[in-house]
């Protein structure tokens, strides 16, 4: 079982920036891949950034050069850089990680963050 907990949402202005945190507990050693996705109201969970254990990213088109997806492995955290936000990047944003045993993977989902870009 892995438990993740973001943190870092809030209201920001359009060009401005925000770093969401996921921490992540439990059986993190069968971690292989930590996402944020997000999801504005009416719209359906999108992905935003991936990054695997091996440490390949992977980003949405709409937030390329804008986005940056990291991890600290001493904190069990992984983070979520955001730059010259937009308020189309206004959202719900969640950490979801997958692990890997017993011959399946399973997903988990943090509770989300509020992110808000407006004037």
């Known amino acids: 079982q892995v438990h993740v907990v973001e943190s870092g949402g809030g209201l920001v202005q359009p060009g401005g920036s925000l770093r969401l945190s996921c921490a992540a507990s439990?059986?993190?050693?069968?971690?292989?891949?930590t996402g944020w996705y997000r999801q504005a109201p009416g719209k359906q969970r999108e992905s935003v950034a991936t990054?695997?254990?091996?440490?390949?990213?992977n980003y949405a088109d709409s937030v390329k050069g804008r986005f940056t997806i990291s991890r600290d492995n001493a904190k069990d955290t992984v983070y979520l850089q955001m730059n010259s936000l937009k308020p189309e990047d206004t959202a719900v944003y969640y950490c979801n990680a997958q692990d890997y045993y017993s011959g399946s993977f399973h997903s988990y989902w943090g509770q989300g963050t509020q992110v808000t870009v407006s004037s």
């Open positions: 439990g059986s993190i050693f069968s971690i292989v891949a």
């Open positions: 990054i695997t254990s091996g440490g390949t990213t």
